[in-house]
């Protein structure tokens, strides 16, 4: 008997681990389309449905901006759109995701740094949308509507997804736990001249069923674990596929808010 040993078999669910991490890996993450999830993860959708009623104002909007337009999609799925539409994105491969789609509906993409000033002139637009802006510039906002103007938006509230988060990066600051407010939103909007008339918020279920939802979500939504690569992360997700084998699907939770706000057609000083 020599004192060799028979060289390591990985187990079924090792090999099931290098599978869907790869995969994960090598997908593309362009653009705003999570269908790449479908059968993978699930998430519980806000009860107002951004999407449908943002497409209800576009069609009777004159002039519209669409803030961190993203890959364009969410835009894209209205059935009419304004005579103006505007989209701006900061991220060169949605910058040119946004053009291919909405170019042919006659919408202008136009590149931006998300940092103000917005490129436009002062009451611009009657509609101003965003879905998940990753800053809500009030200011500037205020300035391109004009008077009777909107502001439609559907944002990331507070502890969003958090489960997940911590169980890579460990317990979040108070001031962490405490950010994107509704009440600091509709604070900040009217500290910058607008009227609220919607603000309504929502926790939403999320289950990701397999490590290769995971490494997706987290190569995506790139905020959530800044830097994140399966090699710098890679114990606490095999740690992790261990657990979603033994003891079904990760849940999280996610935090939504919509935020409706009207510029006055007057104020006391004039026109903003």
Excluded: C
């Amino acid at each position: 008997m020599t004192g060799s040993s028979a060289p390591f078999a990985p187990s079924a669910s090792d090999a099931r681990f290098d599978t869907l991490v790869a995969e994960a890996d090598a997908v593309s993450v362009d653009g705003w389309d999570f269908s790449w999830l479908d059968g993978r993860a699930t998430e519980q959708r806000p009860s107002w449905g951004y999407a449908r009623a943002m497409a209800g104002r576009m069609a009777r909007a004159g002039a519209a901006l669409d803030i961190q337009t993203g890959g364009g999609e969410v835009l894209a799925s209205a059935a009419v759109l304004p005579p103006l539409t505007v989209a701006t994105e900061s991220w060169p491969p949605n910058i040119a995701r946004a053009t291919a789609l909405l170019h042919p509906r006659g919408a202008v993409v136009v590149a931006d740094s998300d940092e103000p000033p917005l490129p436009f002139a002062d009451h611009a637009f009657d509609l101003v949308v965003s879905r998940h802006p990753v800053t809500t510039w009030w200011d500037e906002i205020a300035r391109v509507l004009a008077p009777g103007g909107t502001y439609f938006s559907q944002q990331v509230g507070q502890e969003s997804v958090f489960e997940l988060i911590e169980y890579f990066l460990g317990p979040r600051s108070p001031e962490e736990r405490g950010a994107r407010d509704p009440q600091r939103a509709r604070e900040d909007a009217e500290a910058a001249g607008l009227e609220v008339t919607d603000l309504r918020a929502e926790r939403l279920r999320i289950e990701f069923l397999d490590i290769g939802s995971v490494v997706y979500f987290l190569r995506k939504v790139i905020w959530m674990v800044p830097g994140f690569t399966t090699g710098d992360y890679l114990p606490q997700l095999r740690s992790l596929h261990r657990q979603i084998e033994e003891e079904g699907p990760f849940v999280a939770h996610s935090a939504r808010f919509l935020i409706e706000a009207r510029k006055p057609d007057q104020s006391p000083t004039g026109l903003r």
